[in-house]
């Protein structure tokens, strides 16, 4: 009994022990960056403008944390690849232009293939919250738009889905950084 008598008595001791030891810590963070990471975030990116746009076009994102930023980046990337993949997809259906360009298209649609598996694959490792090695998939992510982009010599009849998919790559390489521990 005198055993279980102390328990609580020490309990209460280590929670107030704990209130005059340690700082406010929930205060001083606050107190210290008021910029929101999903601002942040676009600040290390090749476009600002683009990526604000982008990011908070998610109404989650003015209070998202890496985990969230991270759903609404890779997430917005993997649509756009599916879009721009079914849009190479309708357009080679169609037979539409001159025969290089559609052999370009097949490439292309190639490509974006390998693009939203890689994305898929982001999104899967967010999942299950593994975290290692998403900012390769994301450098992987953005090489495909450029492969297309390159296939034609920079001038594509889809160079801004190109260019949309790369800027959305480049955001989702940020936030993977995010990642890793210093
Ligand atoms: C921005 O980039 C700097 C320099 O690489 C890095 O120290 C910082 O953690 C990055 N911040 C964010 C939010 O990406
Ligand atoms: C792809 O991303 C760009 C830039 O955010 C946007 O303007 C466009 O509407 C997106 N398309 C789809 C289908 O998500």
Redesign the pocket.
Known sequence: MAIFGSVPVLITFSVLSCFLTSPPPLVSATAADRTELATQVCKNTTNFA?CH??IY?DPRAPDADRYVLSYIAFG??Y??A???KDYIASKIKSGGGKPETLLGLKKCLGYYEEAVRVLAEMLGNLDSETFSGLDKLSVEAEGYPRACEKRFGGRSPITT?ND??I??ANICYVVAKLYEYH
């Open positions: 683009f746009d982008a076009s917005k990337a649509s756009n599916t879009d721009t889905r949309n998919l800027e959305l």
